[in-house]
């Protein structure tokens, strides 16, 4: 049977099954490149906020188990004053505290979490752990939990006192052992079963292992309804209404757009067009049009001043012109990977589009944020790009308001649904044809990364980079040309 850690116990305890699968049927779980990136961030945090306290002595991850636990339990009877990932095992049960304050004849937990601010779950992880080392024999004076404060901006040397909050969680830690207790007994019970336990599907449901426990409810289903409330789609599944259907036969009362995706998808309808809502809005674009992207990165340790936690950076942008004649020309920027890059990003953005410009985006509300916000820092060209922001128009509006519905795009308005939608054949807007780097959660975190590759890595990237936010900006064109043919 597999240990439970920290994270699998909050992973299963609202559902043993899934503690059942990762011992028997591993293979069935769905990659979660987005847990990598989170991942990847936690161990940064984490790394600094050791710190946070002054010195502190480290349990090396090379050691293996049984090696880690005897030399937390070494620094301990020394009294180390900090000991970073001490390592505890009471039975099946194991856990590596981030942080580990040792007192005369007693020690304070703190658990570090790249979030910023106290989560549910956090106090479960937290209970386990004091759970697991009140077992092993060690009193537990104190669980606080760190976390970051995004208020925090940084102004020269990082202030780990600002960069980081602390609140003491020992409390609602000790009310929670009753249940910890009854959930690590089902867990290791479960793991025990020679047959798969029956799936019990529920608002809890979100874990790697969705897709198999899901695998018999038909496709659509109310969970594919785009912008409906979680809690009404259970209700609905908890009345044996599932399909769509079922669903419209029901005379559930729906609102506008879940209507449309759910008739449309029903009864096979043709694209649904209102084409004088189209007509109008074309009729406020002047030529030549500007079709701009960004990109952007957070960090959730500033390494630039002005910067907060979590602050979008701008370091990309994809621009195309198009003339009224239908010539199309493209400029673009890409930041130097490890440099601050906003003052240059502004800059080349004031000189590629004219105060004047006719500017498209696609949810402009994104652009139009960053836009304001590098303003504010750079007062010399501060009034050009709010010109820049205030001349933005949301070519996206025209799908969020249904005036142009395929049911192929499932109620979604998003350009990743859109684009397939209109161009279903077209392998040159196909994203997923693209190398490395097929959406914004890959470019940010890979650009978050790019200054720790080698030379010919780099190259590589900011190539995919480029192509990437390149065919954000033509899908836009082809988008804009296809409304124009929609209206004759």
Known sequence: ?????K???????????????HNHKPELAAEDNDDKSRLSTGILVGEIARNYFGDYSLISQNLDIANAVKETKKLIKKKAPVIAEATFQYECCLCKADILLCHEDSVSL??????????????????????????????????SLMFINNQYERN?????????????????????QDEVRKNIEALSKIASFDLEPESIVGPHCGCVFMDYCFRDIPQPNIFSIAGMYSSKKWELFNKGIVTFKQLLESGYPLKDKEQLQVATEVNKSP?????????????????????????????????FDNVRPYQQIP??????????EGKLSHLEFLAKEGTDPRRQFAECLCNDIPRTACVIAYNSSFEKSILSNISDLFPDISNHLLTIRDNIIDIMLIFKSGAYYDRSMEG?????RVLPALFPDD????????????????????????????????????????????????AMVKIFKKLKEVIL
């Open 1 to 5: 049977m597999l240990n439970i850690s």
């Open 7 to 21: 994270t699998l116990y909050c992973e299963c305890k609202d559902c043993p099954k899934i503690f059942w699968l």
């Open 110 to 143: 703190v658990e570090v979490k790249s979030s910023t601010g106290l989560k549910p779950e956090y106090i479960d992880d937290c209970a386990f752990q004091y759970n697991v080392l009140s077992s092993s024999g060690i009193k537990v004076e104190k669980v």
């Open 156 to 176: 020269g040397e990082l202030d780990l006192q600002q960069l980081f909050s602390i609140v003491d969680i020992t409390k609602e830690v000790k009310n929670k």
């Open 271 to 303: 694209p649904y067009i209102k084409k004088q809502e189209i007509k109008e809005f074309l009729s406020t674009l002047t030529y030549p049009v500007y079709f701009l992207d960004f990109e952007t990165y957070q960090q959730a340790i500033p390494l």
């Open 315 to 324: 370091f990309q942008y994809s621009l195309h012109i198009l003339t009224q």
């Open 412 to 416: 979604s308005y998003s350009i990743k």
């Open 427 to 474: 392998p040159e807007l196909n994203y997923n044809n693209l190398t490395g780097i097929h959406n914004g959660n890959e470019a940010m975190t890979t650009f978050a990364d790019l200054h720790n590759r080698i030379t010919e890595e780099i190259a590589v990237i900011r190539k995919q980079l480029l192509d990437y936010c390149c065919l954000d900006t033509y």
